[in-house]
């Protein structure tokens, strides 16, 4: 009977938490088009348009960690409904604000937001998914999540046309509220749920937060995978986000519509691509998939940085669905590999707050560059760094799902298991 109420809890939860986010993303990506045009209309720099990018990230790089405890104390479900709650906040206090500064501290509030809800999804998926089945399950997640961010451009971009630049956070507002009853209401609660498959005997290891995370930041495929996925933030929301809009309206003369058009496109590759890359990464490993799909994120950028037209514009934007689409799954499922029974929530928010430092630093490194030197400097310097870090991920990362055999039973990576034993939790941690 456990075992089916946990089969039960476990699918229920997949389609609830991608009814969740896809709602969620939906209003996330309406933004995406007019965020730096909205802040351009305070008369503000590049930079200061970065910044305004770049202080969503920090509030989710300053409260990825706080969410992940509370997910721990009160349970996923609430750090969900917390977070659309505190969005919807952030949301209409940025369509309000009169003047900048304002803006960037509704920018902060509403990026606080997201971090309760993308760290508690993430937790979600770890409690639900083994190694075996784990790209699957976050590839799922993550064609939902692509597809809705990627449409969400062109509708937002419509409303930005015929009601103002500041529709689109009334709407953003709008699906942040329906997340919250989601969360609340639907998503059952998986914080003690034991993994499919898991021995029964089994006990989760007992150590305090502040522990689990030395623990995880000890090894270095958990700091490689999240070097990654660092400069891929970083290239999303310093390019994607920032320059390549500004680019395509200055330089190619594009509407904001045409612009949110070109963005909408990566969701259909992203929504196509998901599951066959979660499927990939479950079968020929994680490495075998992240390392080609952060190239690929690189060459995107060198398209954009010399698209002469709306048409390179487009095949910029479709290089990139591909990069984002294969590599959907596989870094949180890299990261999640990483994580012993009892230390999912600690696993998952210490690999998004190292992430979401290049969705701070990104922005404003980016911007800066862009204004002191080129905006095709800036994008070029981008995708040495995103390349860089392929690399070195290729080098020197454990692979930590082995290629499928022909025999189900797959060997758990060893080396968590062997960091846990040799190092106790110090008296007074628990």
Known sequence: ?????????????????????????????????????????????????????????????????????????????????????????????????????????????????????????????ADISTPERRGRIMGTYQGVFAFAVGAGPYPGGLLAERFGLEAPFYACAITSA??????????????????????????????????????????????LISAVSFSTFAARTGALFNIIPILGRVRLGLAPDRIGFGLGLISILGLLLAYPSGAMVDRFGRKAVIVPATLLTGASLVVFAWAPSFGWFLAGCAVWAVASGLSSAAPAAYAADMAPPGMN?????????????????????????????????????????????????????????????????????PAMPEVVAARPAPDGDE
């Open 1 to 125: 009977m456990r075992s089916a109420s946990g089969f039960y809890t476990r699918n229920r939860a997949l389609v609830w938490l991608c009814v969740l986010i896809g709602v969620n993303q939906l209003g996330f990506g309406a933004i995406v088009p007019v965020l730096p045009l909205y802040a351009r209309n305070y008369g503000v720099s590049e930079a200061a348009i970065g910044l305004a990018i770049a202080v969503y990230g920090l509030a989710r790089f300053l409260v990825n960690v706080p969410s992940g405890r509370v997910a721990d104390r009160i349970g996923r479900r609430g750090a969900l409904a917390i977070g659309g709650a505190i969005t919807v906040v952030g949301q209409i206090l940025c369509a309000l604000a009169p003047t900048y500064l304002p803006f960037l501290g509704a920018r902060f509030i509403a990026g606080a937001g997201a971090a309760f809800v993308l760290t508690a999804s993430q937790v979600v998926l």
């Open 178 to 223: 329906i997340v919250a009853v989601l969360a609340w209401s639907r998503v059952p609660e998986t914080k003690n749920l034991r993994p499919a498959g898991a021995p029964v005997a089994g006990r989760p290891v007992t150590v305090g937060f502040s522990e689990q995370m030395r623990l995880l930041t000890a090894q270095a495929g958990f700091l």
């Open 345 to 413: 929530a600690a696993a998952m928010s210490t690999y998004r707050m190292l992430s979401d430092s290049g969705y701070v630093l990104g922005p404003l490194l980016i911007g800066v560059a862009a204004d002191t030197i080129d905006p095709n400097a800036a994008l070029g310097g981008t995708a040495a760094l995103v390349v860089a870090m392929a690399l070195l991920f290729a080098r020197f990362a454990p692979e930590t799902r082995r290629r499928a055999a022909p025999a189900p039973a797959v060997a758990p990576p």
